[in-house]
């Protein structure tokens, strides 16, 4: 009943920008702490940035300066700006956020959206 959808994926050249959106809805009655995820091809999958619902954010020491990870409580949105990308940069992106409903309190994950960052 709770869904994360994100957007804003996509081909860029290295040095380009993009902007990731992951919207979440449904039965929520509040978001704790939101995050990004990435995943490269053969890799795990690793934390890129988090933010708390007080929005502190913190972030993964390769991204840090680059990447800007914000959110919008009034729209149960999240963001991740990301500048400066690099090859490296290229993987799938997920959001995840901590969500309470009206019995639990449990991590939800999007669909992940593709980046992928030419060189």
């Known amino acids: 009943q709770v869904q994360l959808v994100e957007s804003g994926g996509g081909l860029v050249q290295a040095g380009g920008s993009l902007r990731l959106s992951c919207a979440a809805s449904?039965?929520?009655?509040?978001?704790?702490?939101m995050a990004w995820y990435r995943q490269a091809p053969g890799k795990q999958r690793e934390l890129v940035a988090t933010?708390?619902?007080?929005?502190?954010?913190n972030y993964a020491e390769p991204v840090k300066g680059r990447f800007t990870i914000s959110r919008d409580n009034a729209k149960n949105t999240v963001y991740l700006q990301m500048n400066s990308l690099k090859p490296e940069d290229t993987a799938v992106y997920y959001c995840?956020?901590?969500?309470?409903?009206?019995?639990?309190?449990?991590?939800?994950w999007g669909q992940g959206t593709q980046v992928t960052v030419s060189s």
């Open positions: 995840a956020a901590e969500i309470s409903s009206r019995s639990t309190v449990r991590a939800y």
């Open positions: 449904g039965s929520i009655f509040s978001i704790n702490v």
């Open positions: 933010i708390s619902s007080g929005g502190t954010a």
